[in-house]
């Protein structure tokens, strides 16, 4: 399936529901739906995201999942049996994350800290840097494990899977990833 700029359009400012797990052992937090993402409801849908890859790369997921068309029965069935859950700072779907606005970043941190007091993740993974600072105010965050806002559930910045984001590759994805889902437990730390 392909759709058209006009057709994409369409689903602006639309919403993508969590995938929410349970139990929920390691949450990434995406900056925000693209509009592909809206029209297919399967997170980091756009074709050139490199989210699967580099989950797939890290041996987090058994296959390498292909959402551009949505999610598959069996790609639902391994994310959900892992524990692996996905939402976003900001729900609301634009063409590219810079459409933003700070005041969206800020209430869409307030949201997360409630739905993580809620839910208790493991491992909160939220990938973009420069989104992260903004949303909860930490100008000078480094990419890795931070101080966490909620007892019992570790934080962490990795790099945005976007293909807009030219300065990560696959393997550095890949690498972050596997070490974020080394202490969520949802794979074996290497020896």
């Not at 602006?12 to 739906?33: A, H, Q, S, Y």
């Not at 790609?75 to 005041?103: F, H, V, W």
Request: charged residues 25%; hydrophobic residues 40%.
């Amino acid at each position: 399936m392909g759709f058209s700029r006009a057709e994409l359009e369409t689903f602006r400012d639309r919403t993508v529901p969590d995938l929410l797990p349970d139990p929920l052992n390691l949450l990434f937090v995406g900056i925000n739906p693209s509009l592909w993402t809206a029209a297919t409801g399967a997170h980091f849908a756009r074709p050139g995201n490199r989210f699967y890859p580099a989950l797939h790369r890290a041996g987090i997921t058994d296959t390498l999942i292909d959402a551009r068309d949505g999610y598959s029965e069996s790609d639902l069935a391994e994310l959900m049996g892992k524990g692996i859950g996905n939402s976003n700072i900001c729900p609301r779907a634009t063409a590219r994350a810079d459409e933003l606005s700070r005041e969206e970043l800020l209430a869409g941190a307030d949201r997360l800290n409630r739905f993580v007091a809620e839910r208790q993740p493991r491992v909160v993974a939220v990938l973009g840097i420069t989104a992260y600072r903004s949303a909860f105010k930490v100008p000078k965050a480094r990419l890795g494990k931070q101080e966490s806002p909620w007892p019992g559930v570790q934080l962490w910045v990795a790099p945005n899977p976007s293909g807009l984001n030219a300065h990560a590759s696959v393997d550095d994805l890949a690498d972050a990833y596997r070490e974020i889902a080394e202490a969520a437990g949802v794979v074996v730390k290497h020896a």
